[in-house]
């Protein structure tokens, strides 16, 4: 049985909703090990029921969430939930990490433990956006590096291809570089040049298509889509925050009159539907990409629905070897860092952009 390991403290709905969505999980036979402040969970009873559905729950009070350098928290405290779920998978003792919490914690904890797969230049956050009808785009990076060279890009792009080939199914993805302009001289200098060295690995087993501006990202025949997390963040928020006011404004606008009410009766499975396809509750949350084992972050906002969905699409990725596809791919595309060639070892210095 695969053995997730969650943190359960940072969520938005405290640690008792993150223990529910973990008994989901436990229930549809992955194995969990919690981390978290226990008191928070519920009393005895309820602790029960998580160990007799499955949950293997350790006490781990103290959390890093909120703190202002996450790099610097994980080193001071050695007993954060999240440190402790990031040395449980490092040891062997679990397969893959979920965590709710800090998106810096998470990944200053799992690159500092977990440690970055070899060959990796910095780990990036990759999130499969779902659009209706066709498989979904990925993008990466969305949070994990507020700056980025032009070497970490390019290798972005080949690891959005890996992981959409072995995630998605998708033979030869169609790799695009989120910029202000489809033209190679428009954006800045680091995407010019990440355009014109991307441009010149078309041999490479990577197939790119050039810039795409925001409003074209999700276009068919677009299946990764490249940038810094810094931009990658604010890209994502701002296409959910639409997202939520087109479909409270379609529900307000079903009220309106007796009509449209049966009007909005006869849509509503098809609405539905289309909810279905882009709640990120069902997506699961972003990957850690570049890890030695699989990690997910969940959104700090979920409820139990979507940190039960978070836990089965990490199961999922120890399954199917999400690493090890992805790695043969960068392989086979000549993608990885060379020794000697690039940074000594970012991991004590990990730069994030969010804290949700």
Request: aromatic residues 4%.
């Amino acid at each position: 049985m695969v053995t997730v390991a969650v943190d359960g403290n940072g969520a938005d709905l405290g640690p008792a909703e993150v223990a529910a969505g973990a008994k989901q999980a436990a229930k549809k036979g992955v194995g969990v090990r919690l981390f978290a402040d226990l008191a928070a969970i519920g009393d005895a009873g309820a602790r029960k029921r998580l160990t007799d559905a499955g949950v293997q729950l350790v006490d781990a009070p103290v959390s890093i969430a909120k703190e202002q350098n996450p790099a610097a928290a994980v080193k001071a405290h050695p007993d954060a939930s999240i440190v402790q779920a990031c040395k449980a998978v490092a040891a062997g003792e679990a397969d893959a990490l979920v965590s709710g919490g800090s998106t810096g914690s998470a990944l200053a904890a799992a690159t500092l433990n977990i440690r970055r797969d070899r060959g990796i230049y910095r780990p990036a956050l990759a999130l499969a956006m779902p659009r209706p009808a066709e498989k979904p785009v990925v993008f990466l990076d969305v949070g994990a590096n507020v700056e980025c060279r032009p070497e970490h890009l390019v290798q972005f792009a080949h690891m959005g291809s890996g992981f959409a080939q072995a995630v998605l199914g998708i033979k030869t993805p169609g790799v695009a570089l989120l910029s202000n302009g489809e033209e190679a001289i428009k954006g800045t200098e680091v995407l010019r040049e990440v355009h014109e060295r991307l441009e010149g690995e078309a041999g490479a087993g990577l197939r790119f298509i050039g810039n795409v501006e925001g409003n074209h990202v999700l276009d068919h025949e677009i299946d990764v889509v490249v940038m810094d997390g810094f931009i990658g963040n604010i890209a994502l928020k701002l296409m959910e925050g639409v997202s939520d006011v087109v479909l409270g404004a379609v529900k307000d606008a079903a009220k309106q009159s007796v009509f449209s009410m049966l009007g909005g009766a006869l849509l509503y499975p098809q609405v539905r539907n289309i909810k279905a396809r882009i709640d990120p509750e069902l997506q699961g949350g972003a990957y850690m990409l570049g890890l030695r084992k699989p990690g997910v972050v969940a959104h700090g906002r979920f409820s139990r629905v979507g940190f039960a969905s978070a836990i089965e699409y990490a199961g999922r990725a120890v399954e199917e070897d999400i690493i090890g596809r992805t790695r043969s791919a960068l392989e086979e595309a000549n993608a990885l860092r060379r020794r000697g060639s690039g940074e000594a070892d970012p991991s004590a210095t990990v730069d994030t952009v969010t804290s949700s």
